[in-house]
Every structure is written in C-alpha cells, then in structure tokens.
C-alpha cells in the first residue's frame, strides 16, 4: 500500500516562510510526476507546482518567484519552500504523485495518490 504524508503546514504572517514535505512510502517501484495542489474555502483545487523525474518544473503563475519545488528522489521526498507569503495563498496544500507500485509479485498498478492535506495559513 502506498501512502503519501505531507507535514511543515501552519500558521504564518504576510511575507513569511514555510516549507512543506511530502513522503512517499510503501511498495514504490517508480514514481514519475510529483507535486503540489491547494484549495482554498470555496475554490476549486488548483496546482501550485509539480516536478518530473527528471527535475523538470513548472509553476502556478501566482507563485512564480516566490515558491520553490524540489525532489529527493532516494527519499521519495518533494519539498515547497514557500516565501513571501500572502494572505490570498491560504489553503490546504495536497501532495500527488504518479506511483507505480508492487501489488504482487510481477503485478505492478500505476495511478496517482494524494496526501491528507496540511493546512497553510497567512494571517497576521
């Protein structure tokens, strides 16, 4: 079973810092895309950034400059280092990523997963 956990959520004033992370665990044989979604009350999910195998990435136009994705992929880890925070970038931050998995031997399933969800909140 795979599972993914996000942690480093909270509470932050306007033009502070917060970085998040995402573990990957269970029976991963391959992971491709990672990334970072977030909804905010009353919103529809939207992506912040995602990242390639290959450390290819792309940003949300409103984060550009300002947040930075990065992965370790020997610890099945992405990161979002958030700074310059705003009160407009209050939401709860999703992990995903594309896994391939071992549900057996030989028998490998690819599909995406998601994270619980960490609560990121810019208030002063």
């Known amino acids: 079973q795979v599972q993914l956990a996000e942690s480093g959520g909270g509470l932050v004033q306007p033009g502070g810092s917060l970085r998040l992370s995402c573990v990957a665990s269970?029976?991963?044989?391959?992971?491709?895309?990672m990334g970072w979604f977030r909804q905010a009350p009353g919103k529809q999910r939207e992506l912040v950034a995602d990242i390639t195998d290959t450390g290819t990435t792309t940003y949300a136009d409103s984060v550009k400059g300002r947040f930075t994705i990065s992965r370790d992929n020997a610890k099945n880890t992405i990161y979002l280092e958030m700074t310059g925070l705003k009160p407009e970038d209050t939401a709860v931050y999703s992990c995903?990523?594309?896994?391939?998995?071992?549900?057996?031997?030989?028998?490998?399933?690819?599909?995406?997963?998601w994270g619980q969800g960490t609560q990121v909140t810019v208030s002063s």
């Open positions: 995903n990523a594309n896994i391939k998995s071992a549900l057996a031997p030989g028998l490998l399933y690819t599909t995406d997963y």
């Open positions: 269970g029976s991963i044989v391959s992971i491709s895309n």
